[in-house]
């Protein structure tokens, strides 16, 4: 996409911002775009399938629903253009667009192995990259990448998941001081356990349990995820709320724990890096070149 001057068309919005929100067709997404809505804002709620997305959001003046696969680069400037087409600039992208293919990693193949990082993590960076010529135009903007727990603390059966999660909290940071200077701001989000559609079959794929030696693990497992579904003890709507209040913030944090087991998993990983820093400090320290100064 040109670079472009995005002076808002619609004197409407004045005062309002233009959300723009991908995996907008169920789950956490629809409850964003829901609440951006309720706050007077407007909203191009976007998926595979817009007809989808419409019909989860309902109707609204301010509704725009675009089509967006996020692994598409081409597809992700065509949302954006779309977006300033219609409402003349956008201030505030949320990359949530996700899926979860789970599995231990001798287990998960090649292909879906690649199928998440392709969705997790280059979907935000396709997104993001097609978005910030209109929010560097703008000087203004801010950038939300609904990430997760597993991009601060791996675990088994993530290794796909958390792999997908660690880069895209890294890309996410890295990008933060680049663009602080356009003013546009960066917030990740990184949710625990919420009762969205991520563990539901539409959003999960389980490995094919192929090895004897992980098969009492992987079919625990399985059970006890799917006993979760439905379960969990977040509430998308309640998050959706505050990340609206966190648009309004002139310094969004850089990192937002989203539930109370997000802020314990901050806890124990901030303990788990101070006590392995600590673990062999004489050793690490005493590693530099005999001419250093």
């Given at each position: 996409m040109t670079e472009q001057n995005t002076t808002t068309e619609n004197d409407n919005l004045a005062g309002n911002k233009v959300w723009f929100v991908t995996g907008a067709g169920r789950g956490l997404g629809t409850d964003i775009a829901k609440a951006a809505l309720a706050a007077g804002h407007a909203v191009v709620a976007t998926g595979r399938n817009p007809d989808k997305v419409s019909r989860a959001i309902g109707e609204h003046e301010n509704l725009l629903a675009v089509k967006l696969d996020v692994t598409d680069p081409a597809d992700s400037a065509a949302a954006i253009q779309a977006a300033v087409a219609r409402f003349g600039r956008i201030d505030v992208l949320v990359n949530n667009a996700g899926n979860f293919y789970a599995g231990f990693f001798e287990e998960i193949t090649p292909a879906d192995f690649r199928a998440q990082i392709e969705t997790t993590m280059f979907g935000p960076m396709n997104v993001t990259r097609a978005a910030l010529p209109v929010l560097r135009a703008q000087r203004s903007g801010l950038v939300v990448t609904i990430s997760s727990t597993a991009g601060l603390a791996g675990g088994e059966f993530l290794t796909a998941y958390a792999a997908s999660k660690f880069g895209v909290e890294g890309w996410a940071e890295s990008l933060a001081p680049e663009v602080a200077p356009f003013g546009i701001r960066s917030m990740i989000v990184e949710p625990g356990f919420f009762r969205t559609e991520l563990l539901t079959p539409e959003s999960t794929s389980y490995a094919e349990s192929t090895i004897e030696d992980y098969a009492e693990r992987t079919g625990q497992t399985v059970k006890a995820w799917q006993s979760m579904d439905g379960q969990q003890g977040g509430d998308p709507a309640k998050l959706a709320d505050a990340l609206i209040q966190l648009a309004e913030l002139d310094e969004p944090?850089?990192?937002?724990?989203?539930?109370?087991?997000?802020?314990?998993?901050?806890?124990?990983?901030?303990?788990?890096?101070l006590d392995q820093a600590n673990a062999h400090r004489e050793l690490s320290s005493n590693l530099a070149h005999g001419d250093a100064r």
């Open positions: 944090p850089l990192r937002f724990a989203a539930g109370a087991d997000a802020v314990g998993t901050f806890e124990t990983r901030a303990r788990a890096l």
